[in-house]
């Protein structure tokens, strides 16, 4: 019997992450409609500015690529994640009135600023899978979000608008991809280098959880 491939094993670890993700009031209040306006405002800032951060940690990775294949792939998720989703803030932002002054003066929420360097670290310092693995649930978990969402609408617009993009077929083929080129290093890697790979994706996939929690609570620096 083959074994199981490794996108499979870690979407079973995070089951509980995931589970608690799609209970959460942010993610509910997209779909009804109740999401506070403000938390969604505080929410799309902070995506603003943590894209950009990720946005380095794609190209960080696709510097440490073994292959001009998977060089192109990540130069262009990149590009695409400064140029499509950037589209999409704009959007919100004209409706909410802020400026890219505005925005770019918004100071990072705490979690933010742990889930970027978190990123930055681990690709910038670890190894390509590593890398991967800890970029991959802000692929995946958005693109399974975003189609769980998609069954049932939102009532709201400006929330259809998130759901649609991240629900959409041209999303899903990127991540699809993603998950392609994780099971094949899945497939070739070490004991070693499977466990850091899990350790990271379980750790990216708690600070997905953050994030739309920090959104929601509109978080705060305590001091």
Not at 8 to 15: K, N, P, R, Y
Not at 57 to 82: N, V, Y
Request: aromatic fraction near 12%; charge should be negative; hydrophobic fraction near 45%.
């Amino acid at each position: 019997m083959a074994e199981p491939a490794l996108t499979d094993e870690l979407w079973a670890s995070i089951d509980d992450v995931y589970a608690a993700i799609l209970a959460h009031p942010f993610i509910a209040g997209l779909t009804d409609g109740s999401l506070n306006r403000h938390a969604f405002q505080f929410y799309v800032v902070q995506d603003a500015l943590y894209l950009g951060a990720f946005a380095r940690a794609l190209a960080l990775t696709a510097a440490r690529a073994p292959s001009e294949q998977e060089i192109l792939m990540f130069c262009q998720h990149a590009a695409g994640a400064l140029e499509v989703e950037r589209a999409l803030h704009a959007g919100f932002f004209r409706d909410f009135r802020l400026s890219d002054e505005q925005v770019a003066s918004t100071p990072l929420a705490p979690t933010t600023l742990a889930y970027t360097n978190h990123l930055l670290t681990i690709t910038s310092t670890g190894s390509f899978p590593e890398a991967v693995a800890a970029l991959l649930p802000c692929y995946w978990i958005y693109q399974q979000v975003g189609t769980s969402l998609l069954q049932h609408g939102s009532p709201d617009p400006l929330y259809q608008r998130w759901i649609d993009t991240y629900g959409g077929d041209d999303f899903a083929q990127i991540v699809n991809d993603v998950l392609a080129l994780t099971d094949q290093i899945g497939h070739d890697a070490n004991t070693n280098t499977l466990e850091r790979m899990k350790d990271h994706f379980h750790t990216s996939s708690r600070y997905e959880w953050m994030f739309w929690d920090m959104g929601y609570r509109q978080e705060p620096w305590p001091i």
